[in-house]
């Protein structure tokens, strides 16, 4: 091989082999931090605007409105930030021509890339919905020339596949802003992100069931405190009824047998990088049995490490 006429002398004479390396002190290129992702959408009115504005105060960058082909250059946007730009929120709504077409590109070219996203969709009530609508006299965006009720169907409908891929779906049809701004914050709060997050929801069978449980358990088969004249008056927080529920047959038995298969359950989530969870425990009115075995389980769950949050859905509502 010819040696090239740029060659030091002594290379060239020894016929030497020239690294095409940068030199130890030249500056090494490093790829820019991914910007994490969080994709928040849902039902109109259900609370859209009110979580981005929690992650706001958390110190997210977030952008409303944002046309879902775009998410990938706003991602791009933010790891040009050289970290300034560490934790992205974007809001996205089916006012868009091609929501779901434009959507589906994103995400797959996200994925491409390795970010870390994750989706967080609102949901609420036909109910709920129609008296938030009304209260502020403005009309939903996709009910054209129809009723309330018609564009909600109409976006339900739309946004269906969504809330089947979402990562976390929050019910607000009971919560008001204080409530919501919890629950955003047990999944959301603290700097270090535990391997999977848990919300014990108590509820009552006769208020329905909840929108957003991923579990739903039933409490039903354990004789209920409100026939005790002397427990009636109290709820599952109470030593005594929590006493009764317990020493019922059955009752630490199945206690036990959940937690152990939660923790199988758990396990796999974990794999499939499922982050959140919502266990739902429900008995006839929501205040005595459920409320109870909540508690307890929730404790379960914390002593094995998953970050676990109590909600009483109900209780208080008789």
């Given at each position: 091989?010819?040696?090239?006429?740029?060659?030091?002398?002594?290379?060239?004479?020894?016929?030497?082999?020239v690294?095409?390396?940068?030199?130890?002190?030249?500056?090494?290129?490093?790829?820019?931090?991914i910007?994490?992702?969080?994709?928040?959408?849902?039902?109109?009115?259900?609370?859209?605007?009110?979580?981005?504005?929690?992650?706001?105060?958390?110190?997210?960058?977030?952008?409303?409105?944002?046309?879902?082909?775009?998410?990938?250059?706003?991602?791009?946007?933010?790891?040009?930030?050289?970290?300034?730009?560490?934790?992205?929120?974007?809001?996205?709504?089916?006012?868009?021509?091609?929501?779901?077409?434009?959507?589906?590109?994103?995400?797959?070219?996200?994925?491409?890339?390795?970010?870390?996203?994750?989706?967080?969709?609102?949901?609420?009530?036909d109910?709920?919905?129609?008296?938030?609508?009304?209260?502020?006299?403005?009309p939903?965006?996709?009910?054209?020339?129809?009723?309330?009720?018609?564009?909600i169907?109409?976006?339900?409908?739309?946004?269906?596949?969504?809330?089947?891929?979402?990562?976390?779906?929050?019910?607000?049809?009971?919560?008001?802003?204080?409530?919501?701004?919890?629950?955003?914050?047990?999944?959301?709060?603290?700097?270090?992100?535990?391997?999977?997050?848990?919300?014990?929801?108590?509820?009552?069978?006769?208020?329905?069931?909840?929108?957003?449980?991923?579990?739903?358990?039933?409490?039903?088969?354990?004789?209920?405190?409100?026939?005790?004249?002397?427990?009636?008056?109290?709820?599952?927080?109470?030593?005594?009824?929590?006493?009764?529920v317990?020493?019922?047959?059955?009752a630490?038995?199945?206690?036990?047998?959940?937690?152990?298969?939660?923790?199988?359950?758990?396990?796999?989530?974990?794999?499939?990088?499922?982050r959140?969870?919502?266990?739902?425990?429900?008995?006839?009115?929501?205040?005595?049995?459920?409320?109870?075995?909540?508690?307890?389980?929730?404790?379960?769950?914390?002593?094995?490490?998953?970050?676990?949050?109590?909600?009483h859905?109900?209780?208080?509502?008789?």
């Amino acid at each position: 091989m010819d040696a090239s006429p740029d060659m030091p002398p002594d290379q060239q004479e020894h016929g030497a082999h020239v690294s095409t390396a940068s030199p130890p002190d030249s500056p090494q290129t490093t790829e820019p931090p991914i910007p994490e992702l969080v994709i928040i959408s849902g039902m109109s009115g259900a609370g859209r605007s009110t979580a981005a504005k929690y992650l706001e105060d958390l110190g997210w960058f977030v952008v409303d409105n944002l046309p879902p082909a775009l998410i990938p250059t706003m991602v791009e946007l933010g790891a040009r930030s050289q970290g300034n730009v560490a934790r992205i929120a974007v809001v996205v709504d089916v006012r868009g021509g091609r929501f779901f077409d434009n959507l589906r590109e994103s995400l797959a070219d996200l994925d491409a890339r390795q970010v870390k996203r994750r989706i967080v969709f609102l949901e609420s009530s036909d109910d709920a919905l129609v008296r938030r609508f009304e209260s502020v006299r403005r009309p939903h965006p996709l009910q054209g020339d129809g009723r309330i009720v018609d564009g909600i169907a109409a976006e339900r409908q739309l946004l269906r596949e969504l809330r089947g891929d979402a990562d976390l779906v929050i019910d607000t049809s009971s919560l008001n802003v204080h409530e919501l701004r919890a629950k955003m914050d047990a999944q959301f709060a603290g700097d270090e992100e535990p391997e999977l997050r848990a919300t014990v929801m108590s509820f009552g069978f006769k208020y329905g069931l909840p929108v957003d449980a991923d579990l739903v358990a039933d409490m039903r088969f354990l004789p209920n405190p409100h026939w005790v004249p002397e427990l009636r008056p109290f709820t599952g927080l109470n030593e005594e009824v929590a006493t009764y529920v317990f020493n019922q047959p059955g009752a630490k038995e199945f206690l036990d047998r959940y937690a152990e298969l939660l923790q199988l359950i758990a396990a796999g989530y974990r794999r499939e990088g499922k982050r959140y969870v919502t266990i739902a425990v429900g008995c006839t009115g929501g205040k005595h049995r459920s409320v109870a075995v909540s508690e307890r389980l929730a404790a379960r769950l914390s002593a094995e490490g998953v970050e676990t949050v109590v909600v009483h859905r109900d209780m208080g509502r008789e």
